[in-house]
């Protein structure tokens, strides 16, 4: 496998979503295709710029891959980990590259990990390393070369290479070919960091043995789930987009389009506060596991710092989203490059309510102390504040009085009081009952359901959220009609989708929401509707690639993931639900 010159793309177009394969360590990503092109990394962490950027048409790239030209792809992760492996039948035998970001994670380097396996027959494999930092503006210069480790420089990043002592420096680019007697295998190491890096040479038996044990730590064992092993595997996904800080990013990538040539493409590495509480609470539903801390701490943090001027969205260290810009970059087919969000300039009343719901879900399990108490006292006074504001929704839409936003904070004003003291339970508690009578003045459809907003009589899957979390019961009439105008009007061929945009068929519009699909699952459950439920829950659960990663949207009609690559929240839904459904919805109080 030769590797082109830079900027020549021929050798590595951009794959469709379903075939590339996460691999994670909590401070950033990196997305591997069926070739092994590594096509996608930012350092030192998840908003920083890429160094392989091919995946939006960019210069870099770590490939590796058969010298033959004819062979199959696959691959899998090993269980409860973000380890995953290639593995490429070809004509004369049968390769693996084992793949990993050394875990746990150093916040300042990244530690690609790859190990070339020889499992049937002799293997040779071509190597072709490109690091191009910061989007390609400052390509990879050579600085040192002793005993057979490169050491190299990119932009303010250091590098170091070793495992590929024969190396040539091509056109810009290290490239290798490196031959594996069967059986045995052999280690490449790529260390990227923003520091110094350290003096002692990376072990690569040490760092396979310390990152298999970390990840075993990490994820806790699930048992009697509706689907054991995808739940588990959720929960790695959730784990690997989690750092350090506690704070999860709503999916590893930017710009990945959810329509092509709509303009309906944006960054998502960064960390969504309702995002975030779907995770911490579809972990709860499984046990105390320290991503529920991890959340409960993320959260309570900003709410304690910005109190109700909660920012919808924020940097894993709390910073602020940096404004939109369009990179000098291709893109990905059927959308333009661009970092950063324009949350910034939006209120999402709704996120302050699901904070509610994640902080009473960590008292169920005994996980609050006085900091975060205080931080739900600041989140009832927000919305206390700021409940008649109009804002910009769950779907960040333009600022409305949107019935899903106020009827989710009564929710979490009923979840939360019941952890309370009796004097704010009773005070929490009248507050709920006053958004719920206020909203139903506006935003109840002729027919009985929940409408959108009061001058938007469309239903809407996320409408069928509050009544899950406890704003009102199942036996309340507004649900079950919501529930069965969802079901009708916007759920197709086991899919849902988020409303009618316009009268063409949904499917011409946008993909089906796989968020919505998990919470229909859980909304035929919380009826008694055991069948339609699984029906539901395996039906999204299915909708993704041969890594079992799953995205915002799914195009029924292609059966191809479309938005950026993993979305933590649908991840955390299907954790959720396959815990849920197991069980007797809970009792009413």
């Given amino acids: 496998m030769a590797v082109p010159p830079r900027g020549a793309g021929a050798l590595f177009p951009p794959h469709v979503l379903r075939e590339y394969a996460l691999i994670a360590d909590g401070e950033r990503g990196a997305l591997i295709g069926p070739r ?67 875990f746990p994670a150093d916040p300042h380097t990244a530690v690609l990990l790859r190990r070339i396996l020889a499992v049937d027959g002799d293997a040779q494999v071509a190597v072709g390393l490109d690091v191009a930092a910061d989007f390609g503006a400052h390509p990879m210069q050579q600085s040192g070369h002793r005993d057979g480790i490169r050491t190299l420089r990119a932009g303010a990043l250091r590098l170091r290479f070793s495992g590929a002592p024969a190396a040539r420096v091509r056109h810009g680019r290290l490239e290798a070919v490196l031959d594996v007697p069967a059986g045995h295998h052999h280690d490449l190491v790529l260390e990227l960091g923003d520091r110094t890096l350290p003096r002692e040479l990376p072990d690569p038996d040490r760092l396979w043995e310390h990152t298999e044990h970390a990840w075993h730590t990490a994820i806790p064992q699930i048992d009697g789930s509706l689907a054991d092993r995808d739940a588990q595997h959720a929960y790695a996904v959730l784990r690997g987009l989690t750092s350090n800080t506690g704070g999860m990013v709503a999916a590893a990538t930017t710009a990945l389009p959810e329509r092509a040539e709509q303009g309906r493409n944006y960054d998502y590495r960064y960390c969504w506060i309702r995002d975030q509480c779907y995770a911490g609470q579809a972990v709860a539903t499984a046990g105390p596991h320290p991503l529920l801390d991890d959340a409960v701490a993320f959260v309570s943090g900003r709410l304690l710092a910005d109190g109700p001027g909660l920012k919808p969205a924020y940097t894993v260290g709390g910073g602020r989203v940096p404004d939109e810009t369009v990179l000098d970059l291709p893109g990905y087919p059927g959308a333009d490059p661009r970092t950063g969000n324009w949350v910034n300039d939006q209120f999402q009343l709704d996120s302050v309510g699901e904070a509610l719901l994640l902080l009473a879900a960590a008292d169920r399990h005994d996980r609050l102390d006085r900091p975060h108490w205080k931080a739900a006292e600041i989140a009832v006074s927000a919305i206390e504040q700021r409940w008649r504001e109009p804002d910009a929704g769950i779907w960040e839409l333009d600022n409305r009085h949107w019935a899903h936003s106020r009827l989710i904070c009564a929710a979490g004003l009923r979840a939360i009081a019941a952890a309370a003291p009796t004097s704010q339970a009773a005070h929490w508690s009248r507050l709920a009952d006053l958004l719920v009578t206020e909203t139903a003045r506006g935003c109840l459809h002729r027919t009985g359901r929940w409408q959108r907003t009061p001058d938007d009589d469309r239903v809407d899957a996320a409408l069928l959220l509050p009544a899950i979390r406890g704003a009102l019961s199942a036996a309340d009439p507004r649900t079950a009609l919501t529930l069965a105008a969802v079901r009708s009007e916007l759920g197709r061929d086991g899919y849902v989708y988020r409303f009618r945009q316009d009268e063409r068929p949904l499917a011409e519009a946008e993909g089906a929401f796989l968020l919505c699909g998990f919470i229909m699952a859980l909304a035929e459950h919380q009826q008694g509707h055991q069948i339609d439920a699984v029906r539901w829950f395996e039906r999204n659960r299915a909708a993704c690639g041969p890594p079992a990663l799953l995205t915002e949207e799914f195009d029924v009609i292609e059966h191809q993931l479309r938005g950026n690559l993993p979305q933590a929240f649908v991840h955390a839904l299907l954790l959720e639900s396959a815990h849920r459904l197991t069980r007797p919805w809970p009792s009413e109080r």
């Fill in 36 to 102: 092994g092109d590594i096509a996608w990394l930012c350092v030192p962490t998840w908003h920083d710029g890429a160094v392989f950027s091919v995946l939006l048409g960019g210069p870099g790239v770590y490939a590796l891959a058969p010298t033959e030209d004819r062979f199959t792809w696959g691959g899998f992760y090993e269980q409860g980990t973000l380890i995953w492996r290639s593995r490429w039948v070809t004509t004369t035998g049968i390769i693996e590259c084992r793949e990993a970001l050394a």
